[in-house]
């Protein structure tokens, strides 16, 4: 069965600084694709980033990156230059494109001023 | 575009109630889910629809609960009788179809409190 794990419960970063968030995935299929999701404390959850697996290259959008090692099966986040807005609970997902997403139990980041 | 929009946002309901959580998906999507999110279990998946048939039911917890999509733009998920540990955030979310990874949408999310 696939599984999501989140290893890290709780991070803290210094505003402007970098944080890394770990994800690593379980799955036999060869084809899926990967998600980090953020849920502020408004609850919802909200899109940060999404990689499918046959690309090779890492999904970015903005301060946000991510390190995608398929063979290690992991998918890590990288949040650079912290913004106190950016504290929040964040997800990792997994799906092989049927409708069960697999989603990790969360890394509370704490976003120190 | 408007998101998938739920309905209520917050609710505080006495024990023996009933609760009726309302979800609009976005148009053209044609899947649909409800989770509920609790600190114990996290993230589950209740129920998922496609073309407004229930294909998986499999995580509702109880005869308690029940969910309907009598359309492609509305679905409910009741909770008859409700007790406290149902307390948690209810979370209707949608896709535009399945096959390709697509980025799921969530809505707000439904805020259930039973005292």
Redesign the interface.
């Known amino acids: 069965a696939q599984t999501v794990t989140q290893s890290q419960p709780e991070m803290s970063v210094q505003e402007a600084e970098t944080v890394t968030l770990s994800c690593t995935y379980d799955t036999s299929e060869s084809d899926?694709?990967l998600?980090w999701?953020k849920q502020p404390p408004?609850?919802?959850?909200?899109?940060v980033i999404?990689q499918?697996a046959y690309k090779q290259q890492n999904a970015t959008e903005n301060r946000f990156s991510v390190n995608f090692q398929k063979a290690a099966k992991s998918f890590s986040l990288k949040i650079s230059d912290s913004q106190l807005g950016d504290a929040a609970m964040y997800?990792c997902?997994y799906?092989?494109?049927?409708?069960?997403?697999i989603?990790g139990?969360?890394t509370r980041l704490k976003v120190l001023a | 575009d408007a998101g998938v929009i739920q309905s209520p946002r917050h609710e505080v309901t006495e024990m023996g109630q009933e609760v009726t959580l309302r979800c609009k998906p976005i148009s053209g999507h044609n899947s649909l889910f409800w989770y509920r999110q609790t600190m114990m279990r996290g993230l589950e998946l209740l129920i998922y629809f496609n073309n407004n048939v229930p294909i998986d039911d499999s995580g509702m917890p109880e005869d308690r609960f029940s969910a309907k999509m009598p359309n492609a733009s509305f679905s409910t998920l009741k909770i008859q009788p409700s007790e406290p540990r149902d307390s948690a955030v209810y979370f209707c979310a949608s896709i535009p179809f399945l096959g390709t990874g697509n980025t799921i949408y969530f809505g707000e999310g439904s805020w259930l409190t039973v005292v």
């Open positions: 899926y694709y998600f999701y408004s609850r919802q959850m909200i899109l999404r499918e997800f997902a799906t092989s494109g049927t409708y069960k997403y989603f139990t969360g």
